[in-house]
């Protein structure tokens, strides 16, 4: 049988949340959490190496590879990661298969097998069933979804299947992972953990590539397989507190509820906290639904803003209007949920102005925190390929594809020079101003709000006055 090693790269040590190496949040990669999962019910050998929570050199992790001896090794990468993937698959020995899948290899398979030839299988879509075709040994030629070298020739099989019935899926693999080693300085319990909830998204905002990896339909779990997942983690690993990751928990009204129900039925609310932080739509919100989420254990929602300019969030289809975003930001404010926003610089269209409204209009909002990003457009989105067509991407490497980085193209009004300026001035504006910081100190009710006020915001200060 032969045996799988799955990598989580070390993205501490190229970028992070910032421009702080400790603030930046180390969370389970579930993507390979849920691989191992299925590998393993298949009966398979399988290992993750978590180089990432464990802060391990390229040495530590060649160590580790020669100690395992696998038949494959396996990543996930966004194209900020190529580089280091890369020198991943060159240290591994020349019997072992390295396998990569993730946003990168999906949007840029043709590219990636002709410039990196350490990397032998490519991986486009979801990765369980696929990898469990390759271990199985199946040909090549019958395995749908896989990008390869055949002499030299490159072969992009047709794409895979999206699996619909994400309740079949066994939980995620944590026993594989060194769970004491997540965190985010945000935490309010002392043992956090993550859970998708849903794959896929209807919407088609201009700056998005999640669709690349997970499609255009919103696939979900059902409300009692999410909350047994949540039971298996309180009792077998003690965890506290919930963060979900996907952008669409609260797309379907009805499972909301019901899954709020069910919380407060079992007393799960009474056991652990829960928040959503990677972003929700602000006009799938209502107040009835933000009160039971609110009687469920949610204490803290980041909103998917992106701009406070209605003809930018039009240009992005974002499909969305500022006064749902003000309601939003207002009944979480009403009800007691802690309210996130999330925003974007240098999006389809924009300049000085339209930059400055949006610090404007997020200092209108009674928000308890912001992000404030650089616009990144990935390979193969929408606004990737008008910036090919009418602008210009500048040479800084597929590192300087993050939020914190100085930015990668030049588009109408957009500069790198403009967005990082915007950026920084957006952090000061936002965070030193009295206002804001009379409503912090009014809602601290503990020493750990107050560790997490002084924390975070030296971490601000830090990346804004530099």
């Known amino acids: 049988m032969p045996k799988l090693l799955l990598i989580q790269l070390n993205y501490r040590r190229i970028y992070s949340y910032a421009g702080s190496k400790t603030a930046t949040p180390i969370s389970p990669p579930l993507g390979l959490a849920y691989i191992a999962a299925v590998v393993r019910e298949k009966g398979y050998d399988v290992k993750i190496l978590e180089a990432n929570a464990l802060d391990l050199t390229h040495e530590q992790i060649k160590k580790e590879i020669l100690d395992y001896k696998p038949d494959y090794v396996a990543m996930s990468a966004t194209s ?4 280091e993937v890369n020198k991943i698959a060159n240290i591994c020995p020349n019997d072992v298969k390295v396998i990569l899948g993730g946003i990168h290899a999906s949007s840029m398979p043709e590219e990636i097998l002709i410039d990196y030839k350490g990397i032998d299988i490519l991986v486009r879509g979801e990765g369980e069933e696929t990898i469990v075709e390759i271990l199985a040994g199946k040909p090549f030629e019958e395995i749908n979804g896989i990008s390869y070298r055949k002499g030299d020739k490159i072969i992009h099989n047709k794409d895979s ?3 619909q019935d994400l309740d079949s899926l066994p939980f995620p693999a944590r026993d594989l992972l060194p769970m004491n080693k997540y965190f985010s300085f945000e935490t ?6 993550y859970i998708v909830s849903g794959r896929g998204c209807p919407y088609r905002c201009t700056f998005c590539a999640d669709f690349i990896t997970s499609g255009r339909k919103l696939r979900i779990r059902s409300a009692k397989n999410i909350v047994a997942e949540i039971e298996h983690l309180i009792e077998n690993f003690g965890v506290q507190e919930i963060d979900f990751q996907d952008d669409n928990f609260t797309f379907y009204v009805d499972r909301v509820f019901e899954f709020c129900d069910l919380m407060i039925k079992k007393g799960l609310n009474k056991k652990i906290i829960w928040r959503v932080s990677n972003g929700v739509r602000c006009d799938k919100l209502t107040l009835p639904m933000l009160k039971k989420m609110k009687e469920a254990g949610c204490y803290m929602l980041s909103l998917g803003i992106e701009s406070g300019n209605q003809e930018i969030l039009n240009k992005m289809r974002k499909a969305e209007k500022l006064e749902d975003i003000r309601n939003a930001a207002n009944w979480c404010y009403q009800v007691g949920i802690e309210s996130r926003g999330l925003f974007i610089f240098g999006n389809l269209g924009e300049n000085e102005k339209t930059m400055q409204q949006t610090i404007d209009f997020a200092k209108s909002l009674p928000l308890d925190t912001a992000t404030f990003h650089i616009c990144i457009p990935m390979p193969k989105t929408e606004y990737w390929e008008i910036i090919k067509k009418e602008g210009k991407f500048l040479d800084v490497g597929w590192e300087g594809y993050t939020a914190y980085s100085d930015g990668a193209f030049v588009h ?3 500069t790198p020079e403009l967005m990082s300026r ?4 957006a952090y000061r504006e936002f965070y030193i101003r009295p206002s804001f910081v009379v ?3 009014k809602r601290l009710k503990s020493f ?3 560790k997490l006020v002084v924390k975070g915001g030296m971490e601000v200060l830090k990346f804004a006055t530099n």
Not at 80 to 83: D, Q, T
């Open 188 to 193: 309010r319990r002392p043992i956090i953990d």
């Open 439 to 441: 409503k912090r100190l």
């Open 161 to 163: 299947v999206f699996i």
């Open 80 to 83: 900020s990661l190529i580089e």
């Open 448 to 450: 750990n709000d107050v």
């Open 422 to 425: 915007m950026q920084k001035k």
């Open 412 to 414: 109408g009004d957009v």
